[in-house]
């Protein structure tokens, strides 16, 4: 039984194989940023053949965990505690001032395309397909700031942000997404209730910068496997 246990768990294709495999040395810290992924190098390592290593860096490159780069391939993601912490800091100033100022001007249309996006993101297993409804459904609150280059940081900003989320979600699970924030924010900027807004919109940042910065203290404390 104890054998049984300890047994390496079984992957349904090749592909499944490749990708756990990378993905957990990647968010282990094992594989560091900017590490190039040369397909023949990982498909001799793992013994499998190039087709699926292609299709498993597809997949990653999904979750944020790896980035395509011209002429060079596959590398793994540069991110780290700093940037990100660097990113939320922008994102606490620029998104409460365009969601405050957007509120006034908000009308049921907008509201029906927020609620239309949080149904999705419920509805959505894919990492990568989350990040993007996410970055739609806060533009979608901040539509009428009527200030157009500050809405174009907010979406640059959302973008940086995107990333550390598909790499959180991939790391703890999809579950992890703060649904509840983005209805209490919708709720309440239906009222026009823009205090309450600005707070719930500050405590959403706050916990994800909590999270991602909890993520990476964790993983530099972990000694790399094998
Ligand atoms: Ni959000």
Known sequence: MAKLLEAPPRWRTATEYVEATLKAAILEG????????????IARDLQVSRMPVREALRQLEAQALVDAVPHKGAVVTDISAADAADSFAIRRGVEVEALRLSIPGLGE???AVA???MAEMAAEPEA???GLLNRRFHMALYAKAGRPRLLQLV???L?????????FL????RERM????HAEMLEAARRRDTATAVAVLERHIDTAARDIAAFFAGRSDRRPAG
């Open 155 to 157: 979406d640059r900003e």
């Open 178 to 181: 703060a649904q509840q924030d």
């Open 115 to 117: 609620e239309g996006l």
């Open 109 to 111: 249309e907008d509201f």
């Open 159 to 167: 973008a940086v942000f995107d990333r550390y989320l598909r790499f």
């Open 30 to 41: 094992r594989l560091a940023a900017g590490t190039p992924l040369r397909q023949e190098d």
């Open 128 to 130: 990568g397909q989350l």
């Open 170 to 173: 991939a790391a703890r699970g």
